[in-house]
C-alpha cells in the first residue's frame, strides 16, 4: 500500500536517532532508549526526502525566485548605475520581504529577520557571485556532512552572521575593514557559514576539506577588502556560527533522522520569517 506520505505501519525502521532497527510501532528503542523511534511510521519518508534533498539547486532556486520577485515588486525603483547596483531591488520593497541588519533589527523590532536576509539579494552581481560559491561549496559540504547537517550549518551560519552584524551596527564604533550596515542581506553570511563547518571538518577529518575551506576563505576576504560595501560582521559571525555548529554535530558521525527533522524545522523557520515580515509591515 502505498499513499503521498508511504507511512510505515508494519515491519521495521531505522532509529532516528541511533540508526538501530526497530519496529515501526515500538514505545521505545532498545538499543538508545529513545521514545517514539518510528516516527509514527513517518520515519521512512523523512530518510527518502534527505536522499532526494539537493540542498545546491534548492538554495539556489529559492535565491533567484526571491531576487526576482523583489525586482518586479521594485517596479520603476531599480537600480540601474555600476555593476554593483544593476538590477538592484528598492530598500523598501526587501525591507518588506526580510532584509535584516541594525535598522531593521533594533530600529523596527524586525528581529527574525536573521532567518530571512539570507535568502534575499541586492543585485545581480551580488546574486550571481553567492551563487557561484554556493555551486562550488554546496555539493562537498553534502557529501561530508549530509544534507540535513548542511540545512542546519546553512541556518545557524546566517542567523550568526546578520545577528552579529545586526548588534555591530546598532552598537559597535565603524572600523576600516568592519563597516557596518543598517541594512543587511544575501546568502554570503550562510556560506560562510559553510566555509567555518567545512574550516572545522578539516580540522578533524580532511585536510582537503581545510585547503578548500582557506582557498574560499581569502578569495572571500580580499574580496571584502576590494569591494565596497560588504558586510564584514555577517562573513565574521556566519564563519563562527558554522564552525561551532560543526562542532556540535560531530561531522565524523553518520547523519541521523533526528538532523532531517531539525532540517525540516530550520528552511520552515526561514520560509515563516519572510512572510512574518510582510505580515507584520502590513499590519
Ligand atoms: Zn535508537
Redesign the pocket.
Known sequence: MSSVFNRRTSGSVV?P??G?L?GVRDAK?Y??G?SN?GLWGFGPVLRRLGADFSFTHVVIGACVTLWIATLLMSGGSVGGGGIMSALSPSSTVLILFGASGAYPVFGLGRWWTVLSAGWLHAGLLHVAMNMYWLWQMGPALTELFGPARTVIIYTAGGVAGFTLSSVAGAYFPNLPFLRTAGLTIGASAPLFGMIGALYHYGRTGSSIARQMAVSIMVQAVIFGLLVPGIDNYAHLGGFAGGYFTSAFLNPMTRERGDHMIVAILCLAASALAIAASFVVLFR
Open positions: 532509529c536517532s541511533c538501530s526497530v528503542c538499543s538508545c529513545r523511534p
